[in-house]
């Protein structure tokens, strides 16, 4: 199988190397407009050949947009505008909504199946790319019932052979999830990373007193505007609605500590640690 993916950066390039150690694509030709994101992904491997976009979809059996959000509806459209009977074209972005209402009406809408792999780090880029990116973790499949049986088949067949579970759910119901389980922790971080900037002014102390817990919540404050920014304007009613409720926890709970109330503070550590029961 030839594979064609737009975008080796930090998803398109951990699949990329996914697909070489199992065998899974006899040639990938990648595109990345970055002359040195180019030679990089050459460097590392995560391509045999750099090509242009139509060259791509054209030679490819499975077509893979790997870029950020705000460019995947016209690219989609490009790439359903050329693909045959039996080519493929999947994306793996965050959200689906916007994506699948525009090419909702496209002839060639059965070629395309709608994918998210639900992983990523802060990193971004070729270098960023990692082998041990997707075993284990959960991938989406959003309105199947709109792709060709054939295409779906290929799909799930690739990511089972990843060893990545596979989950089935509507475009609007993906967003709405990933704005509960994902966008919003990138919002908490980039918001926390910026109080403690503006309070803390000696940047030697954020670095010898930042423990464990500081570095882990914000962690993810170190990822690319480039690629959050697009998300969560694409996303951004799901993500208003799932603000509302992070800041009335945090009014609930800037109350309790100015009346000393112990007793709130404990019942609700009590009740958040019962994460624990579904993220061990």
């Not at 945090?250 to 000393?260: F, P, T, V």
Request: proline share 2%; net charge negative.
């Amino acid at each position: 199988m030839n594979v064609f993916i737009a975008g080796l950066g930090l998803i398109g390039g951990s699949l990329a190397l996914a697909l070489r150690d199992r065998g899974l694509a006899d040639e990938i030709l990648g595109l990345e407009r970055n002359e040195e994101r180019a030679a990089e992904a050459l460097r590392l491997g995560l391509a045999d050949r750099i090509v242009t976009f139509d060259e791509g979809v054209a030679a490819a059996d499975l077509t893979v947009l790997a870029t950020p959000v705000d460019t995947l509806p016209l690219l989609a459209v490009k790439a359903l505008n050329r693909v045959g009977k039996r080519q493929t074209v999947i994306d793996t972005g965050s959200t689906k909504g916007e994506l699948c209402e525009v090419i909702a009406m496209h002839a060639a809408r059965g070629r395309f199946v709608a994918v998210h792999p639900m992983w990523g780090t802060e990193h971004s880029g070729p270098q960023a790319a990692r082998r041990d990116a997707f075993a284990g973790r959960n991938v989406v499949l959003c309105e199947t019932e709109r792709s060709d049986a054939d295409a779906v088949a290929l799909v799930e067949g690739l990511f089972r052979a990843l060893d990545m579970p596979i989950l089935r759910m509507g475009a609007e119901e993906h967003d709405l999830h990933a704005a509960y389980v994902s966008h919003i922790s990138h919002v908490t971080s980039f918001a926390l990373a910026n109080t403690v900037l503006e309070k803390e002014r000696e940047e030697a102390r954020i670095f010898e007193l930042a423990g464990g817990g500081f570095e882990s919540t914000v962690r993810l404050a170190k990822s690319e505007a480039a690629t959050w920014v697009p998300i969560l304007l694409r996303n951004k009613y799901n993500v208003l609605d799932v603000l509302r409720e992070h800041i009335h926890q945090l009014q609930l709970m800037r109350r309790m500590i100015e009346r000393d109330d112990a007793e709130g503070l404990r019942e609700t550590i009590l009740r958040a640690n019962t994460i624990r029961r579904i993220l061990p």
